[in-house]
């Protein structure tokens, strides 16, 4: 049991090591070397009632706090990081509408996104404006009763799968990033469709696509908020959601530890086991140390965030521990995969062990959701005047 945990923490960890070892381990190599979206997955999340986890009770769902949520998202990430970020794009692309949207807004998706009846994705990326959120292109003009959104978004995660969208777009170009506005987007929406689908290095389950938008009508009733609430809107959501991406880090990061430890007590070499070798030896504990420090950061994070509760407030605690959690777990999870493969050695290298595909998957959480010199550059801001 980890220090400081509530039973009921641990219980939902139990309930998510099941899940993972049951529906969703023994296909994650297969997933990764086809590239096709896990459906079972979702299946499974939805059999589990796993997507309800971070919807509130008052919409259906079981309102958990960050942290369990995190440990959730973790225990999964420890067997197949594809199937954890399908769970954490469930959280990102819903939380616009919990942040920010109107009590019909969120009594129509709120309790389709906990069943898992709807699939969430959060389109904010465009190809011009990706660290830089306030250099958003697309637009969204006001005709009457309807916006009219044209532009282009890419790397967008659940793009072609998601049955709604919250999506980003300019409403007002002289105000820079107070003229973003935050749009709900239905899959069947006219004018909006799918690009190119991606073929990425790791997380190959997961499906990133482009998303177009040409003429595309939305009602009024589809602004979150008000007009020029995007930008920060977009901030808040990312806030409590970097660390749903460094539990996928850390869970990754302890899923190819496991794997390295039983490795070296199995194999031997120079008549011995390799961790009879304290240089192996070495860079176990090294690995270990990284993980639980990266672990106990994201703790810390979560439940400072659950405290701060979801009622808007900007403190800097909130974006500097998000961010310090993200970054701390998403460089550990680099290094640790990568010490796993360097331990398994030509082993490690191929696609027989899962370490192979760990470091691949591993990359990506330095990069999305802010790649990792942006969470430097929030973590030093709260710093500053
Ligand atoms: N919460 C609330 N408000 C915030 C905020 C926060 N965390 N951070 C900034 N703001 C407010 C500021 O107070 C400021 O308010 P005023 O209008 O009153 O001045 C305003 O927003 C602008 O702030 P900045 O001047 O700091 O904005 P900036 O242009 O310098 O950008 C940034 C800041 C941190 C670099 C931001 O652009 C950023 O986070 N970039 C990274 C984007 C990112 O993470 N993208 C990921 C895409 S999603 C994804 O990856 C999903 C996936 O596939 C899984």
Avoid at 171 to 196: C, L
């Amino acid at each position: 049991m980890q220090f400081g945990l509530t039973q009921e923490q641990e219980m939902f960890r139990q309930m998510a090591a099941d899940v993972a070892k049951t529906a969703i381990a023994p296909k994650a190599a297969e997933v990764d070397q086809t590239g096709e979206f896990p459906w079972h997955v979702v299946d499974a999340y939805r059999q589990q009632d796993i997507y309800s986890l971070t919807v509130p009770e008052e919409y259906g769902g079981a309102g958990v706090d960050l942290l369990t949520f995190c440990i959730v998202v973790e225990e999964i990430a420890k067997v197949d990081a594809t199937a954890a970020i399908i769970l954490a794009v469930q959280e990102l692309g819903l939380l616009p509408i919990l942040l920010g949207g109107s009590e019909e807004q969120k009594r129509k998706y709120l309790p389709g996104f906990g069943s898992g009846e709807l699939i969430a994705a959060f389109g904010l990326t465009e190809p011009e404006a990706g660290s830089d959120v306030s250099s958003l292109k697309m637009k969204a003009v006001r005709k009457g009763d309807k916006y009219v959104l044209n532009g282009t978004k890419v790397f967008i995660t659940n793009g072609g799968i998601a049955d709604v969208y919250s999506i980003f777009a300019v409403t007002d170009s002289e105000a820079k990033h107070r003229g973003i506005s935050a749009f709900i987007v239905e899959k069947d929406t006219p004018g909006f469709s799918i690009g190119k689908i991606e073929d990425k290095m790791g997380i190959r389950g997961s499906q990133t696509a482009e998303l177009i938008f040409e003429n595309c009508e939305v009602p009024v009733e589809n602004l979150i908020g008000q007009e020029g609430d995007g930008f920060k809107l977009a901030m808040m959501t990312l806030d409590r959601t970097r660390p749903g991406v460094a539990a996928q880090a850390v869970g990754i990061a302890q899923g190819a530890f496991d794997y390295a430890v039983q490795y070296v007590q199995d194999r031997k070499q120079f008549g011995k086991p390799l961790a009879a070798f304290q240089g192996l030896q070495f860079m176990l504990a090294d690995m270990a140390t990284q993980i639980e420090s990266a672990r106990q950061l994201l703790y810390k994070a979560a439940s400072l965030i659950e405290a701060e509760g979801k009622d808007g407030k900007i403190s800097p605690y909130i974006n500097r521990y998000a961010a310090m959690a993200k970054l701390h777990a998403a460089e550990t999870a680099m290094k640790v995969t990568t010490d796993a493969v360097q331990i398994l050695g030509g082993y490690g290298y191929i696609k027989d062990h899962p370490v192979e595909r760990m470091m691949r998957d591993a990359k990506i959480t330095q990069i999305y959701e802010g790649t990792s010199q942006i969470q430097k550059i929030v973590i030093a801001r709260s710093y500053l005047d």
